[in-house]
């Protein structure tokens, strides 16, 4: 019982007191944090890519769609090999894990953004000049709002998909859930099934938990809404 | 900073080779991946609608693990654990084949991309409105007829876009095959950079590949659901 409470701990928080922290803490922790970095770098490309001004909006469109062209392993590696290519100085992995997902949550984001904006319609923003708001100002207290409150369910699907892919990052060496899972699986070739039994059941038991609550929240909200939603915002609310 | 491009040496000789067959893996991965996914999603969804509980049962469960277990973890599974779970000269077959990694890619690929097509379809079958079933009926259609004829084509004008979103979504994934060292671009690229140290070069090759396949996926999907208008649009 005591070695299987041990092992379990080095899945969940890596070596962490002897070592750095690694395991399910470090996607956790990881796909948090690019989720809220994301969430603002893709409300601006969102906002870029519905301004009136046409440069921004061809840049933000273009940034969009050619970071949503490409897997996100390829991200990492872009920031991985590339970065320190032109900086010339190595840089940690895990900064660059983070930064490579940041990007990959923002332009995602940016889509579940882009569909709110459309469901609430350009009325919105009409009223919110009328009533003498400044951009800012309409954008934090009328559109904001509703658009995060329409799309909630959107954000956390994908939330659940960030935490999925955040295992892509043990491939450049990160010991996050799946590298722990490997690293055990290797040294001692008896625990072969059993670490992926481990590694399963982990990521099972919070996506599950997590898909549950969108499903809740999406319940919550009454049906009328979600029927429009689902046309836009396809792509996470399956 | 100043960076001398060097293409001459990522096109030349064996690296040209590595990335033809790159390509060629890369393709046919997520041509035969696709496919099969597709095919299970769709199997999936009639045992999800199945009006027998157990089976029912087992089709939502295979959902919800599928869904929720990140893809590479089962490319990884079918690459390592899936030999051992077979008696001794089975596994020793399996794991002496060449091909081993290039089908536990497939079936990694297939499987976790097929819980969301089946909900994907299942939510196309769903919207359909209940009232053409009941016409189809009243006019003597039987129920085969009633599928063929009424369901399908509407199921999957319905779920056309999501089922496009998901397909790209697994033409993306087909890179993780690169930990199987499956010969696909991505591990033709990096082999490429470890020899030759032109790593921007590999690197912008294999995006510029994501990007034309993307983009080819992309007309292709508005050509079709152009062709489907037309035939639904009564």
């Known amino acids: ?238 | 900073m100043n960076y001398e491009f060097d293409w001459q040496t990522v096109f030349s000789g064996q690296y040209l080779g590595w990335i033809i067959e790159g390509l060629k893996c890369s393709l046919s991965l997520m041509a035969v991946s696709s496919i099969l996914a597709v095919l299970i999603g769709v199997i999936t969804t009639f045992g999800n609608m199945s009006k027998n509980r157990i089976i029912h049962f087992i089709a939502v469960a295979y959902i919800e693990l599928c869904r929720n277990i990140p893809t590479l973890i089962w490319l990884l599974f079918f690459y390592y654990v899936f030999p051992e779970l077979f008696p001794e000269t089975i596994k020793k077959a399996m794991n002496s084949s060449p091909d081993l990694n290039y089908w536990a890619a497939v079936a990694g690929l297939s499987i976790s991309s097929s819980g969301y097509i089946s909900e994907i379809i299942r939510g196309g079958i769903m919207a359909v409105p209940k009232e053409q079933i009941s016409a189809a009926k009243s006019l003597g259609h039987s129920k085969l007829q009633t599928w063929l004829y009424i369901i399908w084509p509407q199921a999957i004008k319905n779920c056309f876009p999501p089922l496009v979103t998901r397909v790209v979504h697994n033409v993306k994934n087909t890179s993780l095959a690169l930990t199987l060292s499956v010969h696909e671009i991505m591990w033709a690229t990096q082999q490429i950079e470890s020899i030759t140290f032109r790593g921007l070069e590999v690197t912008i090759l294999a995006t510029v590949f994501f990007l034309v396949i993307n983009v080819i996926i992309g007309l292709a999907a508005r050509l079709l659901e152009k062709r489907m208008t037309p035939a639904a649009g009564h």
């Open chain 1, 1 to 238: 019982m005591n070695e299987f409470l041990n092992n379990l701990k080095f899945f969940l928080v890596g070596p962490y007191p002897n070592g750095e922290l690694g395991g399910l803490a470090i996607n956790l922790i990881l796909s948090l944090a690019t989720m809220v970095s994301g969430f603002v770098l893709g409300l601006l490309l969102a906002l870029g890519r519905i301004s009136g001004n046409r440069l921004l909006k061809g840049v933000c469109s273009f940034v969009i769609e050619l970071i949503r062209a490409m897997p996100l392993i390829l991200l990492v590696f872009w920031f991985y090999f590339m970065i320190p290519l032109f900086a010339g100085k190595p840089m940690p992995i895990l900064l660059s894990a983070y930064l490579s997902i940041t990007i990959y949550s923002a332009v995602n984001q940016a889509e579940i953004f882009r569909s709110g904006f459309v469901n609430i319609g350009k009325g919105q923003w009409q009223v919110a000049e009328c009533t003498g708001l400044s951009y800012f100002q309409s954008v934090v207290y009328i559109i904001l709002p509703q658009t995060l409150r329409m799309m909630l369910p959107s954000f956390v699907s994908f939330f659940i998909s960030i935490l999925k892919d955040t295992s892509v990052i043990s491939i450049i060496g990160v010991i996050d859930l799946t590298h722990i899972g490997r690293m055990v699986s290797q040294r001692d070739p008896s625990k072969l099934v059993y670490s992926y039994v481990v590694m399963g059941v982990l990521y099972f038991i919070f996506c599950f938990a997590l898909s549950r609550l969108a499903k809740h929240i999406e319940k919550k909200q009454g049906l009328g809404q979600n029927i429009r939603i689902k046309k836009e915002g396809a792509a996470f609310n399956n």
